[in-house]
């Protein structure tokens, strides 16, 4: 049975594969809104990061099975096995906080040099 954590599990594992995606795609897809959600969700990424604070999501889904389970480990449920090594894989913190805050980097030099609602070639039309 899917419960509450397994579910947030699921929305944030969602949500990190749109920071990761969002930039490439919004680019391809010329979305100006899609550009502008992706930056203010990687900015936000980039900030937790940058101040080593941890993702809000990750600390509502850890309380969730927590008070579900005071003695949890991951692993537990299907979702937990499966998606908890993606959304939380063994590295060093500040190799995962490096990587967000050079991705947000990334995402300020793309609104920059490819201003959302900006076609990304333009087109001889005569």
């Given at each position: 049975m899917i419960n509450l954590a397994d579910t947030l599990m699921v929305?944030?594992?969602?949500?990190?594969?749109?920071m990761i995606l969002g930039l490439p795609l919004?680019?391809?897809?010329?979305s100006p809104t899609l550009r502008w959600f992706?930056?203010?969700g990687m900015m936000a990424t980039?900030?937790?990061?940058?101040?080593?604070?941890?993702?809000?999501?990750?600390v509502w889904e850890e309380t969730l099975r927590?008070?579900?389970?005071?003695?949890?480990?991951?692993?537990?449920?299907?979702?937990?096995r499966h998606l908890?090594?993606?959304l939380y894989p063994r590295l060093e913190p500040w190799m995962i906080r490096s990587v967000s805050v050079m991705w947000g980097g990334l995402?300020?030099?793309?609104?920059?040099?490819?201003?959302p609602g900006s076609p990304l070639q333009r087109r001889d039309r005569s």
């Open positions: 929305i944030h594992f969602l949500w990190a594969a749109f919004g680019l391809w897809l010329r992706h930056f203010g980039a900030f937790f990061a940058a101040t080593g604070m941890y993702c809000p999501l990750t927590w008070e579900a389970d005071p003695g949890f480990a991951y692993g537990g449920s299907f979702l937990a908890s090594p993606i995402t300020i030099l793309s609104m920059i040099l490819k201003r």
